[in-house]
T-cell receptor, first 114, second 111 residues
Framework: DGGITQSPKYLFRKEGQNVTLSCEQN?????MYWYRQDPGQGLRLIYY???????QKGDIAEGYSVSREKKESFPLTVTSAQKNPTAFYLC?????????????FGEGSRLTVL | GDSVTQMEGPVTLSEEAFLTINCTYT??????LFWYVQYPGEGLQLLLK?????DKGSNKGFEATYRKETTSFHLEKGSVQVSDSAVYFC??????????FGDGTTLTVKP
């Protein structure tokens, strides 16, 4: 089945450590996105990529980094510079970065800083 | 910038009650409008969408109409079920391809 796979589902990190969240899609979508979700809040855009080897900062990019070396993969690294990284992270993709395109989401990765 | 304002929750209803979740937006240009649903511990999935003014999106008994004059996209369902318990997000998408989400409304339906 086509879809988006995020891993790991749960991740624990000690303060000062970098962690990388994986996001893979087999939908042949051009655009991919990373969102952060905190309790009682909407989704906030961290980074997005509309094409391979190119990506842009979203609204809360500080303390995060991404790469887009392959069309199907868009990993997110949460660095030690991110002051409050405990959150639920959602990866999404869309057919093209146009207005009418819906987003397809993975099941999320929950990161907890110990 | 673009923004989406949803009715604050949580919303608690009895089974078979009528549901309305209000959503209004601010955007430049002519956005497409979406409702997504999130079940506990999962990602979001599209519930319905509308791409131009006066369009009505519908799915699984839910409906929403794109009202340009009131910049609204309210979600309605005539008779909710326990299985409809979830968090509902209103969102818009502009030609830039970036989606803007509301804060979400938690719906709990009791038997």
């Amino acid at each position: 089945d086509g879809g988006i796979t995020q891993s790991p589902k749960y991740l624990f990190r000690k303060e000062g450590q970098n962690v990388t969240l994986s996001c893979e899609q087999n939908l042949n979508h051009d655009a991919m996105y990373w969102y952060r979700q905190d309790p009682g809040q909407g989704l906030r855009l961290i980074y997005y990529s509309q094409i391979v080897n190119d990506f842009q900062k979203g609204d809360i990019a500080e303390g995060y980094s991404v790469s887009r070396e392959k069309k199907e993969s868009f990993p997110l690294t949460v660095t030690s510079a991110q002051k409050n990284p405990t959150a639920f992270y959602l990866c999404a993709s869309s057919m093209a970065p146009t207005a009418t395109g819906e987003l397809f989401f993975g099941e999320g990765s929950r990161l907890t800083v110990l | 910038g673009d923004s989406v304002t949803q009715m604050e929750g949580p919303v608690t209803l009895s089974e078979e009650a009528f549901l309305t979740i209000n959503c209004t937006y601010t955007a430049t240009g002519y956005p497409s409008l979406f409702w997504y649903v999130q079940y506990p511990g999962e990602g979001l999935q599209l519930l319905l969408k509308a791409t131009k003014a006066d369009d009505k999106g519908s799915n699984k008994g839910f409906e929403a109409t794109y009202r340009k004059e009131t910049t609204s996209f309210h979600l309605e369902k005539g008779s909710v079920q326990v299985s409809d318990s979830a968090v509902y997000f209103c969102a818009l998408n502009t030609n830039a391809g970036k989606s803007t989400f509301g804060d979400g409304t938690t719906l709990t339906v009791k038997p």
